[in-house]
């Protein structure tokens, strides 16, 4: 089982149709939760970042934890065609000697049709 | 504000020749630093970190080594590039909980 699991898509969705996007993750002991984006040939830059169980909401992002079933998702209200992108997932550890670690998913690519 | 640099931003480079890519972090000190690299078709691969000068830790055995020579400053190096080193590397810093992404760059290797 992959640490943390993405689907790869596309997902296609019409320009402003709600997009949903899920990750689940493998250790229970992982507290912290990131949604990075991804332009082709770009490099990631963070879209949410979430600690606690439920929903957090940004513009038009909202994060969703529930740490019981190990899941988090994504969801982008009135999808624009620039969010056309690779949305990649993921969890964070701490490592021994300091420092912490993300484990990333391989991120699901999202199409917004016009 | 911070900001995170990485040259070059593209290398093509034949197998078995010399690699070193440079990162520098600005705007913060004695940052959590880390390479990553992405290669096609594959998710985002941490490769080494450091927590401070001289710290390196290395997440997967392979050819490739890093080194911190100052606090702001990290290096990716390898001595005999081979064609599986191709890739997306990333350097990124840690600011709290968050980690934030270098432009990256983009490496070929014929």
């Known amino acids: 089982q992959k640490e943390v699991e993405q689907n790869s898509g596309p997902l296609s969705v019409p320009e402003g149709a709600i997009a949903s996007l899920n990750c689940t993750y493998s250790?229970?002991?992982?507290?912290?939760f990131f949604w990075y984006r991804q332009y082709s040939g770009k490099s990631p830059e963070l879209i949410m970042s979430?600690?606690?169980?439920g929903d957090k909401e940004d513009g038009r992002f909202t994060a969703q934890l529930n740490k019981a079933s190990q899941y988090v998702s994504l969801l982008i209200r009135d999808s624009q065609p620039s969010d056309s992108a690779t949305y990649l997932c993921?969890?964070?550890?701490?490592?021994?000697?300091?420092?912490?670690?993300?484990?990333f998913g391989t991120g699901t690519q999202l199409k917004v049709e016009l | 504000s911070q900001t995170i640099h990485q040259w070059p931003a593209t290398l093509v480079q034949p197998v078995g020749s010399p690699l070193s890519l440079e990162c520098t972090v600005e705007?913060?000190?004695?940052?959590?630093l880390y390479w990553y690299r992405q290669a096609a078709g594959r998710g985002l691969q941490l490769l080494f970190y450091?927590?401070?000068?001289?710290?390196i830790s290395s997440e997967v055995p392979q050819n490739l080594s890093a080194s911190r020579p100052q606090d702001r400053q990290f290096i990716l190096s390898s001595k005999k590039l081979l064609l599986s080193d191709s890739g997306f590397y990333l350097c990124?810093?840690?600011?709290?909980?968050?980690?934030?992404f270098g432009p990256g760059t983009r490496l070929t290797v014929l």
């Open positions: 993921a969890v964070n550890r701490g490592l021994t000697g300091g420092g912490n670690k993300l484990t």
């Open positions: 450091s927590v401070g000068i001289g710290q």
């Open positions: 705007g913060t000190s004695n940052p959590n």
């Open positions: 250790d229970r002991v992982s507290q912290s």
């Open positions: 990124a810093w840690r600011g709290q909980l968050i980690q934030f």
């Open positions: 979430i600690y606690s169980n």
